[in-house]
């Protein structure tokens, strides 16, 4: 089986803990978390984990399964990256006399469609959203600039599918639940 990049969607209730039960499921099975960006979901209440992480998708489905079966779990997604549509940003601390003594980073940031965020005597910051080749590539350029500080986001993704998932599969429980309870009338 060939390694490749997933990247998981877990949907859950804001509970204290549930990270930490999450990572433990991919550390018993020796995988490393690429990536990891946790926010509320477009539903009230509900928090989004993103997640990536290299395997073969038999493992894979089994940590899908296995991250469902925590209490706090509403629901887990497994997605290849042509599923989805993702991004991440970066931040880059350069010495601002490298930006004003060398034309050749000033080129640097209008090809890869940086911003600058900051200006100061000492440094300057700049902002790159992207995927993290774009980001990566970036940061091999300015390296030779001395870069004092850089770090990068974990994954943010949403599907390619007209609506969320999860409200999706809500609405499927709301109905069930609804069938249920009719039958028992």
């Keep these: 089986m060939e390694n490749q990049l997933f990247t998981f969607t877990v949907f ?5 803990g549930l990270l930490n039960q999450i990572s433990i499921i991919f550390t018993r099975r020796c995988l490393n978390i690429e990536s990891l960006s946790v926010s509320p979901s477009s539903i009230k209440g509900v928090s989004k984990f993103t997640i990536t992480c290299y395997g073969d998708r038999p493992m894979m489905e089994r940590v899908v399964k296995q991250i469902e079966k925590r209490i706090d779990v509403i ?13 991440e ?24 469609n940086a911003r600058i965020l900051e200006i100061t005597r000492e440094y300057v910051i700049l902002e790159k959203t992207g ?44 109905l069930r639940k609804s069938r249920s309870s009719q039958c028992q009338e």
């Design 12 to 16: 859950s209730e804001n509970q204290v």
């Design 75 to 87: 629901k887990a997604y497994l997605y290849t990256d042509d599923e989805i549509v993702y991004q």
């Design 89 to 112: 940003i970066a931040l880059y601390k350069v010495p601002t006399p490298a930006l004003l003594d060398d034309r050749a980073v000033e080129e640097i940031i209008r090809r890869y």
């Design 131 to 174: 995927h993290q080749e774009e980001t990566e590539a970036l940061f091999n350029e300015l390296e030779k600039y001395d870069i004092s500080q850089f770090v990068r986001s974990g994954r943010v993704a949403v599907t390619k599918s007209p609506r969320e998932l999860l409200s999706m599969y809500l609405e499927e429980q709301e």
